[in-house]
């Protein structure tokens, strides 16, 4: 599942935000986007999503499997996100937080053991019936991670996700979204402004000013 950004360019009010993007990203590969405060990254990750606001303007093309997601709406993209912050349903427990994301066409038991496979994929057994707010940084942040994958995702993007975790949790949970990513074989786009969070065979994307 390869995924491209061809000759994309971002504006607003007619002015560009950088200079035009293009992108491949192989299965399992991770891009990372880097580039100072409000050079465009947010910008471009709502463009691949399908959240980019109306008032943008948008050339060039976004392609997962070579097929063009221009104009497909979000719910069909197959994409995706995980941000700084975990966004867990806090009046849910665990495995409710975790079966939402579950496509449809799944029974009972077999969603039941697809969470139990994930946790324990995790180092979190036995944690379905959990209340969220007993959870730990370093829990709530696999348990969203796990969340984002079971919903079978075709391209993930990756918006500061390390960025609250303190600099033990934030090594070893890094180290394990990425084995994740590479083990599933999804391409994934990292925006972050810390380039340690950069992994060694990744591929790194700075976005340059237009005026550069």
């Not at 200079?19 to 991770?30: M, N, S, Y």
């Not at 070579?66 to 995706?80: A, C, D, F, T, Y």
């Not at 996100?81 to 799944?106: K, S």
């Amino acid at each position: 599942m390869a995924f491209d950004i061809e000759q994309l360019s971002l504006a607003l009010n007619h002015s560009p935000l950088f200079q035009p993007l293009t992108v491949h990203l192989e299965p399992g590969q991770i891009g990372t986007v880097m580039g100072p405060s409000g050079s465009g990254k947010s910008t471009l990750l709502a463009a691949i999503s399908g959240t980019l606001p109306p008032v943008f303007e948008l050339g060039g093309d976004i392609r997962l499997n070579g097929k063009s997601l221009l104009g497909v709406p979000i719910e069909h993209r197959q994409v995706g996100i995980l941000f700084q912050e975990d966004l867990l349903f806090p009046h849910l427990n665990v495995y409710q937080n975790l079966v939402f994301a579950l496509p449809g066409r799944q029974n009972r038991a077999q969603k039941r053991d697809r969470i139990a496979s994930a946790l324990a994929s995790a180092g979190l057994v036995a944690f379905e019936q959990r209340d969220v707010a007993t959870l730990s940084g370093g829990q709530r942040a696999r348990i969203s991670l796990l969340r984002t994958l079971l919903a079978e995702p075709r391209l993930i993007l990756l918006d500061e996700p390390f960025s609250k975790l303190d600099q033990h949790l934030r090594g070893q949970f890094r180290d394990w979204v990425f084995s994740r990513i590479i083990e599933l074989g999804i391409p994934a786009l990292m925006v972050t402004h810390d380039p340690a969070d950069r992994p060694e065979q990744g591929l790194l994307i700075n976005l340059e000013p237009p005026d550069a």
